[in-house]
């Protein structure tokens, strides 16, 4: 007599294709380039393959605008603005990697068990989000941040706390849908233990959303952090920092416009990019919108 086996379905077995399904997006390619043009270039500023050194000051080349020696000018200090630029999306960059991978391992493992096990596991989770939710979110980072102190760790674990909650309710949402799901309940009926239906059947389900608000939540660090370091609290001069050069640009913006458009542009790029691949990647995971 043959036995029969059951095989529960195990999510991402058949979302083989989706870089393919990612760069046939227009978003998805759009933001793919900018987020490696914007790698390569953190990448150049961590070993040192710039133009100028970002700290390096020329007094007699203050002021200068947008030419073949300097490609976005130079700062009241002489420094090429370019160079400074590129050396702030590696800062930037830096600390949403940071802030992004502790909210993201954290508010994921929280969601997941609220979701799981639900009781007094999902009421503590939900209501200290919901305290969290209560403060927005820059206020919230610009409080924890000043309490801990001014640096760029120190603003990467302030963004942290204010992106856990979120990442909280994106993890327990399809954990609770879940829940009732036919394969889940024919486990249990085979006798599957827990563990096994949790990281075998479920946490893989959680993995497509949970990816695309890491690449969403990367752009709101950024912004997060430039804004931080326009009020001072963020990375600390001399080193580049995006949202340190436009503040620092305020006052030149009427005589050197150069000054506050070469971070601009580089703060819109960052956000804009990461938002294109988070919004290619949702439509690239998503089995719903696939037109193959």
């Known amino acids: 007599m043959t036995e029969t086996v059951l095989e529960l379905p195990v999510a991402g077995a058949a979302r083989s294709g989706w870089a393919a399904r990612l760069l046939r997006s227009p978003s998805g390619r759009i933001g793919a380039v900018i987020t490696a043009l914007l790698l390569v270039g953190a990448f150049a500023a961590l070993v040192h393959v710039l133009p100028y050194d970002p700290v390096s000051q020329h007094p007699l080349d203050r002021l200068l ?18 160079s400074r630029c590129v050396e702030g ?24 068990a609220a979701g ?13 989000s919901d305290v969290l939710f209560a403060f927005p979110a820059i206020l919230l980072a610009l409080a924890i941040v000043s309490a801990l102190g001014s ?22 949402g399809p954990v609770l849908a879940l829940q009732d799901a036919d394969f889940i309940r024919a486990g249990r009926v085979l006798g599957f233990s827990s563990p096994r239906l949790l990281f075998r059947h479920i946490v893989p389900n959680v993995a497509s959303p949970v990816i695309v608000q890491v690449t969403l939540s990367l752009s709101w660090a950024i912004l997060t952090e430039s804004g931080l370091s326009f009020l001072g609290l963020g990375t600390q001069p ?5 949202g340190l050069m436009v503040s620092d640009a305020r006052a030149l913006a009427a005589t050197a416009w150069w000054t506050l458009a070469g971070p601009a542009v580089f703060i819109t790029l960052a956000v804009v990019g990461l938002n294109l691949l988070g919004d290619g990647l949702r439509d690239a995971l998503d089995p719903t919108r696939r037109n193959d």
């Open 65 to 82: 605008g947008p030419s073949s020696k300097y490609r976005l000018g130079t700062d009241q200090f002489g420094r090429d603005i370019f």
């Open 89 to 112: 999306v590696k800062a930037s960059l830096q600390v949403a990697l940071v802030s992004v991978a502790i909210a993201g391992t954290i508010g994921t493992v929280a969601g997941v």
């Open 116 to 128: 799981f096990f639900g009781g007094w596991v999902d009421a503590i989770v939900m209501r200290v």
């Open 151 to 172: 640096g760029w760790f120190n603003t990467a674990i302030a963004i942290a706390i204010v992106y856990v909650p979120i990442f909280a309710r994106v993890a327990r």
């Open 238 to 242: 001399p080193e580049a920092s995006l």
